[in-house]
Structures are given as C-alpha cells and as structure tokens.
C-alpha cells in the first residue's frame, strides 16, 4: 500500500519543502488540487522538477474543475467536461494514476420527473453518458477517474460505495 497526502495538509513553504516532509512522514505520494494545476500551468513544471529529483511522486489530481457535471444548464456541463479533460491531460504530464472525481456537491441541480424519472436515475443517465466521452479521453493520456463518494452532507449523489461500483459496471 502506498500512503499520499494532499499538497495543502503538509507544512512549507515551498513544493521542494513540501516534498520533504512527505518523505520524512512516510507518504510516497501527494496529491495536488486540480484548480491550481489548471489556473498556474508553471506549477505544472515546478512539480515535474521537484519530483524528479524526490522518492515522493505526483499521486492523483483532486477535482478542481468548473461547471458541474449534473447541471440543468448544459454550458455549465459542457465546461466541466472541458475542464476534466484539461486535468487529465495534466496528470499524464504529471505522471499521476488519476483524477478523483466528485461528480456534484450539494443538492441536486435538475428536477425530480417522477413518475418517468427519479432525480437520481436522470443523474446516474447523465453522469455515465458524460463518462463515455471521458473514457475516450482517458484511453488517450492513459489516466483513470477515481469516483470518490462522500458523506450526505457533502452530496445527494453518490454517498456510499455501492453506488459507485453500480455505475462503474454499467
């Protein structure tokens, strides 16, 4: 088993900093904030330089994208795939396994249909056709999502592990 730790949970001031007290808590990994990758593409090459030269490598990439994968707006869709793709493009680059992936926080965004469809069978739809558009990027730079359930209070969507693994076999 490998131990990672997000970027902002370990103390300095600089990533070369970071890095090494990583390394000496016994994490072979960090995980960086997908927005900051986005919005600072020189991070993108700091890090590379860094990890070149540390036993502690770039992990995943944590979410970090704009839109909302679930939004009634399709724009808002539209720009988080965008965004997604942008990631994962960065993690290649970066050599991580993946981008984890919260797919919506908070409250659902699109109407209850019932008796036709439950809010969260029309999300679950969404969500996996999103996803085969995804796949195809995925193959391309060779990363994976990594679908992280949270707890109710963070999302109505895809709060326990079952739920994950059903639209993972789809």
Not at 7 to 34: C, D, H, V, W, Y
Request: net charge positive.
């Amino acid at each position: 088993m490998k131990l990672s730790i997000q970027e902002g949970m370990i103390p300095g001031n600089t990533l070369e900093e970071k890095f090494k007290l990583a390394l000496r808590f016994g994490f072979e990994g960090i995980e960086f904030s997908g927005d900051k990758l986005r919005e600072d593409k020189e991070k993108v090459k700091k890090i590379k330089k860094v990890a070149s030269k540390s036993k502690v490598k770039p992990s995943t990439i944590c979410s970090g994208f704009r839109g909302s994968l679930l939004s009634n707006k399709k724009e808002e869709r539209e720009l988080a795939v965008c965004d997604i793709k942008e990631l994962l493009s960065i993690g290649q680059e970066l050599g991580v396994v993946g981008l984890v992936l919260v797919p919506i926080f908070g409250g659902p965004k699109i109407p209850d249909l019932s008796p036709l469809y439950s809010t969260w069978e029309l999300e679950k739809k969404m969500f996996i056709e999103q996803l085969y558009e995804l796949g195809k990027h995925l193959k391309q730079v060779g990363q994976i999502l990594l679908i992280e359930p949270l707890n109710r209070y963070e999302t109505h969507f895809i709060n326990r592990l079952e739920q994950a693994v059903e639209i993972c076999k789809v």
